[in-house]
């Protein structure tokens, strides 16, 4: 079965946090789909100077440790400097590589050198193919566990493509590919001083990855994504998950014979 990687895109609360938590794992435990939470303690390079951003490391990892404590739930959440990487392996099983920050070779080898798996977006204007440079980073650094993720690649101004071939050629490098249904959706910079995106698409876009060959699936929910203080257009509502993951397990469990 595919691991569901999924929460809010930024830690806007700890109540918020929570309820999201709580809530993702009763439906992920219903439905036996192995699931890990996700929420940003930084949104680093939000679209406005005045975007909402987060509370921050110290205060973002203590909220996500209470999440690992109370719930029993693997966490996830993304770097964007090299100091990071140590702090935040202290309570996360996964260190997440934003998608522009994919070369970053210090930003590579700091995450590898924790141990923790790593999962590394392609950036909007690579190649799926140009993703084995990223993984000979991370190998040469001491990385064992590796998750390539597919989010879109930039096709125009304020647009995003998602090339499934893309999932093919980046399994042949050897690790699990995630697909981002909800990135994938974004319309980068859409709403002039915010991104836009269009959630409407997150339901087709998943299960033609799975159909291809996706290993895993990432999400962003919130419980009212209109009022989301980062990437509410392409988030799914906390109501509407159940239903579009009965549905991405069907079209996974047809292609796996399960």
């Known amino acids: 079965m595919f691991t569901l990687i999924s929460g809010p895109c ?11 938590a709580t809530t993702m794992k009763e439906i992920t435990e219903r439905l036996e789909i192995p699931y890990v939470f996700k929420a940003s303690f930084d949104k680093a390079n939000r679209t406005s100077i005045h975007a909402f951003r987060g509370p921050g490391i110290d205060e973002g990892l203590r ?33 997440q590589i934003p998608a522009f920050l994919c070369r970053q070779t210090d930003l590579l080898v700091a995450a590898a050198e924790t141990g923790k798996t790593v999962n590394v977006k392609k950036a909007q204007f690579l190649a799926p193919w140009d993703m084995k440079n990223v993984v000979n980073k991370l190998e040469e650094s001491g990385a064992k566990e590796i998750m390539l993720c597919e989010r879109g690649t930039t096709f125009g101004y304020n647009n995003l493509v998602v090339d499934m071939t893309g999932i093919i050629e980046m399994k042949k490098l ?11 959706v974004q319309k980068p910079g859409g709403h002039g001083s915010s991104t836009g995106g269009n959630r409407e698409y997150v339901e087709y876009l998943a299960k033609a990855a ?26 799914v509502a906390l109501a509407n998950v159940e239903t579009l993951l009965q549905k991405f397990k069907g079209v996974y469990g047809v292609i796996h014979n399960d």
């Open 63 to 95: 909220i996500l440790k209470r999440v690992k404590d109370e719930l029993g739930l693997p966490v996830t959440t993304d770097i964007h400097e090299p100091w990071q990487a140590a702090k935040a392996a202290e309570v996360c099983d996964i260190l």
């Open 10 to 20: 930024v830690i806007e609360s700890e109540e918020l946090v929570m309820q999201v």
């Open 174 to 184: 050897g690790y699990p590919v995630v697909f981002d249904a909800t990135h994938s």
């Open 210 to 235: 799975l159909a291809v060959g996706a290993d895993h699936l990432f999400m962003e929910v919130h419980p009212d994504p209109d009022k989301a203080l980062s990437d509410g257009p392409n988030s």
